[in-house]
């Protein structure tokens, strides 16, 4: 199992989860669900969801055991497993994190026991260390950093002053019902930096829906990002300050981010993609482009069409 796309659970049967969230059963349905994954690419032994048209093509390829649809969606010929038929995946989704998404308890040590911790790490004072937290060598925390449970930071990383790691990503389902309100959208999976990380202050990174948040080897954050649940950030990577990642958006390797970018959620920014600050990118970005305003476009182009707007009318 991949720890980046799916989250492991203890067993249950697929008919369970059915009956859990009153799901129609269509497919084969013998085998225990054992994770909850991402749709793409999906596991076996994997429970995803599909709630919008616009990802039915990922279906098709899916390799879950099981995945929460609509009622009138169609099966794809390419998937064999199971589909749990619903009048809101989304909502059934919801019930299925709320079952596994218990919150791991803080206790009062300011350093979980269970914490795995090298012991060349520096904790200044301040820090607050969850439960189950993973930290490799030679790792400095400066104060007042929060590790919520289950994160793992790689070695050599430097995390400055009030730095948020692995809180919940800001997930909610609509209301039910007029008069309803939102529901909460538990997140039960983690966050992950790789080696040579470094964090500015007061940046924070969200945990994971299901699977990982995760950070490449040697990338760079500026103080005050915003990194969503979900979102993967590659290699040598350097974000400016107040950069903001959406949800479940994916960075490339040797990407530069300016500062006061905002990156839409679900989106590709391929490798070397240079991006200049205070852009607004909304669609996905192919390696080695340098593009700049808001919706973001190509250099050559935000210029053209910034010198044409300054031009002055002929008397």
């Known amino acids: 199992m991949d720890r980046l796309n799916a989250t492991r659970i203890s067993p249950e049967a697929i008919s369970a989860l059915a009956a859990a969230v009153g799901a129609e059963l269509d497919g084969p349905c013998a085998q225990d669900i054992t994770s909850l994954c991402t749709l793409e690419p999906g596991y076996p032994g994997g429970l995803s969801f599909l709630a919008q048209g616009t990802y039915a093509k990922h279906l098709n390829e899916c390799q879950a055991s099981a995945v929460l649809v609509r009622m009138d969606q169609e099966r794809p010929k390419g998937y064999e497993g199971c589909l749990l038929r619903v009048e809101s995946p989304y909502h059934a989704w919801a019930q299925?994190?709320?079952?596994?998404?218990?919150?791991?308890?803080?206790?009062?040590?300011?350093?979980?026991?269970?914490?795995?911790?090298?012991?060349?790490?520096?904790?200044?004072?301040?820090?607050?260390?969850?439960?189950?937290?993973?930290?490799?060598?030679?790792?400095?925390?400066?104060?007042?950093?929060?590790l919520y449970p289950h994160t793992e930071i790689g070695a050599h990383c430097v995390l400055h002053a009030s730095v948020v790691i692995g809180s919940d990503g800001f997930g909610f389902a609509?209301?039910?019902?007029?008069?309803?309100?939102?529901?909460?959208?538990?997140?039960?999976?983690?966050?992950?930096?790789?080696?040579?990380?470094?964090?500015?202050?007061?940046?924070?990174?969200?945990?994971?829906?299901?699977?990982?948040?995760?950070?490449?080897?040697?990338?760079?954050?500026?103080?005050?990002?915003?990194?969503?649940?979900?979102?993967?950030?590659?290699?040598?990577?350097?974000?400016?300050?107040?950069?903001?990642?959406?949800?479940?958006?994916?960075?490339?390797?040797?990407?530069?981010?300016?500062?006061?970018?905002?990156?839409?959620g679900h989106i590709s920014i391929g490798d070397g993609v240079r991006i200049g600050a205070q852009s607004g990118v909304h669609k996905s970005i192919e390696?080695?482009?340098?593009?700049?305003?808001?919706?973001?476009?190509?250099?050559?182009?935000?210029?053209?069409?910034?010198?044409?707007?300054?031009?002055?009318?002929?008397?």
């Open 174 to 264: 609509p209301p039910r019902k007029k008069g309803a309100g939102l529901e909460k959208i538990m997140h039960i999976g983690q966050v992950i930096l790789a080696d040579h990380v470094e964090i500015g202050a007061n940046s924070c990174i969200d945990r994971a829906v299901v699977g990982a948040t995760y950070i490449g080897e040697g990338t760079k954050l500026d103080n005050l990002c915003q990194i969503g649940h979900n979102v993967r950030i590659g290699q040598s990577c350097v974000l400016a300050g107040q950069v903001g990642i959406a949800g479940s958006a994916s960075i490339g390797h040797g990407v530069q981010i300016g500062g006061q970018v905002g990156i839409a």
């Open 287 to 315: 390696p080695g482009k340098t593009v700049m305003g808001s919706p973001a476009v190509e250099a050559s182009v935000f210029r053209r069409k910034f010198a044409a707007s300054n031009m002055k009318p002929r008397s």
């Open 96 to 146: 299925i994190l709320h079952q596994y998404g218990a919150h791991t308890p803080w206790g009062m040590d300011s350093i979980d026991p269970s914490a795995d911790i090298h012991p060349s790490v520096h904790i200044a004072p301040g820090v607050r260390i969850g439960a189950h937290v993973k930290i490799g060598e030679g790792t400095i925390l400066h104060p007042n950093v929060i």
